[in-house]
């Protein structure tokens, strides 16, 4: 069983730019779609970015187009995130998954999560 694991996570000025890495323990993500959803306080889960295994396709949720990048290195999936806004702020999480074929993404592994404050 693959266990994910996210760093990247901490305080923003709105904004400012901030980046998240999910690395794998115990198994590989190559060749995985892997994606990122985040929880924001009272909230229930959200979709932000998926990618393909080989890097594409890349899909993202509405609110995070044009300003977050998903991209991925090897065994290593990043999260760029341009121009922070508060309303980003939630405990983002790294998934493996797969692609419905609409394209959706379904995750079947979780990291534990790591907070982006993002303040005014």
């Known amino acids: 069983q693959v266990q994910l694991v996210e760093t990247g996570g901490g305080l923003a000025q709105a904004g400012e730019s901030r980046r998240l890495s999910c690395v794998p323990s115990?198994?590989?993500?190559?060749?995985?779609?892997m994606g990122w959803f985040r929880q924001a306080p009272g909230k229930e889960h959200e979709f932000v970015a998926a990618i393909g295994g080989s890097g594409e396709p890349t899909t993202y949720a509405d609110s995070v187009r044009g300003r977050f990048t998903i991209s991925r290195d090897k065994n290593t999936v990043y999260l760029q995130m341009d121009s922070l806004k508060p309303e980003d702020t939630a405990v983002y999480y790294c998934?493996?998954?797969?692609?419905?074929?609409?394209?959706?993404?379904?995750?079947?592994?979780w990291g534990p999560g790591t907070q982006i404050t993002v303040s005014s």
């Open positions: 115990g198994r590989t993500i190559i060749a995985y779609v």
């Open positions: 998934a493996r998954g797969r692609f419905r074929p609409d394209y959706s993404f379904t995750p079947d592994y």
